[in-house]
């Protein structure tokens, strides 16, 4: 990465430093081991991968978010307000600004969420970094109940922020791990009968999020996102015949590969462009491994959105009018739509969402159980390919690593 951009303003780090299922490996490899040790274990391990970026990047601002592996209880395990976010906090907060980081602190410690006013180049932008771990249906305390305390207390949150930067006029960033919306992936796999009223797996356990996210869209410049491991893209609009259904009310969302190659694909980083006046992501490219073994390792360019897609920033306006090529070539023969497909899967050239095109597409313009469903009914009932996805567990990914005076993303 300071090979490839060495000026780089700033890095966003968007979930999941910790590998999958560790604390059961940690456990195997040292039984005798008690929680406290597994949690001392994560946060070493949280220090670390932190601590290596900011010694590549000296002075350079590293924002971190949570991924649902970044626990000290194991896997979408967490409790608010635990010693282990105060501590984690502190680890996350070290590199922000002084004046920056008591604030950054004192939110951390209730559930893992932060929000600041990002560094000179950016122009007045707030950059709000969520937890919403909380938010997924597969959450749990650490002692393995539930908690919905913990979810309403940061969407309260969550709003406090936006509203704020609206009085302000202030531009926002959105940062989490996982990405609101359908999970294509485990509905394909536990084959949810859509057509015959059956609901499509969520990504989390509610609409809340992208509610609110499209309610203060004309703050929120990008959202970026994980957790699936691949190179997506979202748009989050208001649905059907809801208030202000426009591109107004809409957020585009950049669901950013993963650095681990645990699902095969190999390791990447995204370096972006950002104008730090308007904190619009201009645009990104994509830089791959040539292998997964770390040995003898090359890094290249996969691609390059506004070469590829021949768009002039990444925006509301342009993913929706990427999405709708998207949907208008079911046989995906359209240049945009096999750039795409090849790219999807980092260093895998093969075409893996090809036979179940439409059905994908399906998900990127739609993010609720009710809007998804009717969309998806009729494609179902031409393309009988069944698909097969790369799983939607995410380790390691890193997001934005910013371009001399405008950014990156990595």
């Known amino acids: 990465m300071r090979t490839r951009q060495r000026d780089a303003k700033f890095i966003t780090v968007s979930g999941d430093l910790i590998a999958h299922s560790s604390s059961c490996r940690y456990a195997t490899l040292l039984p005798g081991s008690t929680q406290s040790d597994y949690q001392a274990f994560v946060l070493k391990t949280l220090d670390f991968v932190i601590g290596e970026l900011r010694a590549s990047f000296s002075g350079v601002p590293v924002y971190v978010a949570l991924g649902n592996n970044d626990t000290g209880c194991g896997d979408y395990r967490l409790d608010a307000g635990s010693d282990f976010l105060v501590r984690a906090g502190r680890i996350v907060a070290a590199g922000l600004p002084l004046s920056q980081q008591q604030p950054a602190l004192k939110d951390f410690a209730k559930g893992g969420y932060f929000s600041l006013t990002m560094e000179a180049p950016m122009h007045d932008t707030r950059l709000i970094v969520v937890n919403d771990l909380f938010l997924s249906p597969k959450y749990t305390t650490c002692a393995g109940g539930p908690d919905p305390a913990a979810a309403i207390t940061e969407m309260t949150w969550l709003q ?95 669901v950013v590969p993963s650095i681990s190659p645990v699902n095969g694909n190999n390791p990447s980083f995204t370096a972006a462009r950002v104008n730090p006046l308007s904190a619009a992501l201009q645009d990104y490219e994509v830089v791959a491994a040539s292998n997964q073994t770390g040995i003898d390792t090359t890094w290249s360019r996969e691609y390059d959105y506004a070469q590829t897609y021949h768009e002039a920033q990444f925006s509301p306006s342009t993913v929706k009018e990427l999405i709708a090529e998207f949907e208008s070539d079911r046989g995906a023969k359209a240049t945009a739509s096999e750039e795409y497909i090849r790219n999807y899967y980092v260093g895998d050239r093969s075409p893996e969402l090809k036979p179940f095109w439409s059905q994908y597409v399906c998900a990127l313009g739609n993010h609720t159980a009710k809007s998804f469903a009717p969309a998806y009914a009729p494609l179902a009932s031409k393309d009988v390919a069944r698909p097969e996805f790369a799983p939607v567990e995410n380790l390691n990914e890193a997001t934005l690593l910013p371009q001399g005076s405008l950014a990156r993303m990595d």
């Open 160 to 254: 406090e922020q936006l509203a704020q930067a609206r009085r302000l006029g202030q531009r926002a960033w959105i940062m989490g791990h996982i990405p609101p919306g359908v999970d294509l992936y485990s509905t394909a796999a536990k084959m949810k009968d859509i057509c015959g009223n059956g609901a499509p797996e969520m990504f989390l356990s509610s609409d809340k999020l992208a509610d609110l996210l499209i309610e203060y869209a004309d703050v929120i410049r990008l959202g970026i996102f994980a957790h699936t491991h691949m190179d997506e893209m979202r748009l989050l609009e208001a649905q059907g015949g809801a208030p202000h259904a426009s591109l107004e009310h809409s957020v585009a969302i950049k």
